[in-house]
């Protein structure tokens, strides 16, 4: 072999070594790195696509939105007022009598006055107040009675509720029952 051929095979050898040196050293780690950031990507286009919302569930959404913005306006609505507290107690005391109940206490408990939330378009706070209900009659006047609640102009939410059956009274009972009404220094409304 001549000298020039040994010079050129020693060129070629060196060159491929060159070539896979670069190739190890440098390529190769890039080409991990671009493996790693394409599974990332990937991930990342699977979290966005599951983020998107289709127009049929948005419209859903915004449906069942609206439908609780009535609900809760139509609750608000049915608050009573600081000034309609007596006429409010009056009226349960009314529908009671009304379908056969005698009432021998309706105790308003102003102590357990709460705020539980505010009105922020109205700047006004709505609080609970507890009425302790003591009253007699039949069984079924008190199943329609405590139907009846809801007919009520306000909102009225009943607690905890008792039955005592006395032998003397026989054949009423007695109902012991914590009735919540929600009050608002908003205006009067339910008269």
Not at 98 to 105: A, E, H, I, S, V
Request: aromatic letters at 8%.
């Amino acid at each position: 072999m001549n000298e020039t051929a040994k010079t050129l095979a020693v060129a070629v050898a060196i060159l491929f070594v060159l070539c896979v040196g670069w190739f190890f050293s440098h390529y190769r780690p890039n080409l991990a790195r671009v493996t790693v950031l394409q599974e990332k990507k990937e991930e990342l286009l699977n979290k966005i696509r599951g983020f998107r919302i289709s127009d049929a569930e948005l419209a859903s959404l915004e449906k069942r939105v609206d439908s609780h913005r009535r609900g809760l306006r139509a609750a608000r609505a049915r608050f009573v007022s600081k000034d309609d507290l007596e006429y409010a107690v009056e009226q349960i005391k009314l529908q009671g009598a009304r379908l056969g109940l005698k009432f021998d206490q309706i105790i308003p408990d102003y102590a357990s006055l709460m705020t539980i939330a505010s009105l922020s378009e109205a700047g006004a706070q709505v609080q609970k107040l507890t009425v302790h209900l003591n009253m007699r009659g039949g069984y079924n006047s008190f199943g329609r009675f405590l139907e009846s609640l809801e007919k009520l102009p306000f909102l009225v939410s009943l607690g905890e509720v008792s039955v005592v059956y006395h032998k003397g009274i026989h054949p009423e009972l007695e109902l012991v029952a914590d009735a919540q009404l929600f009050v608002t220094s908003g205006q009067a409304s339910i008269h």
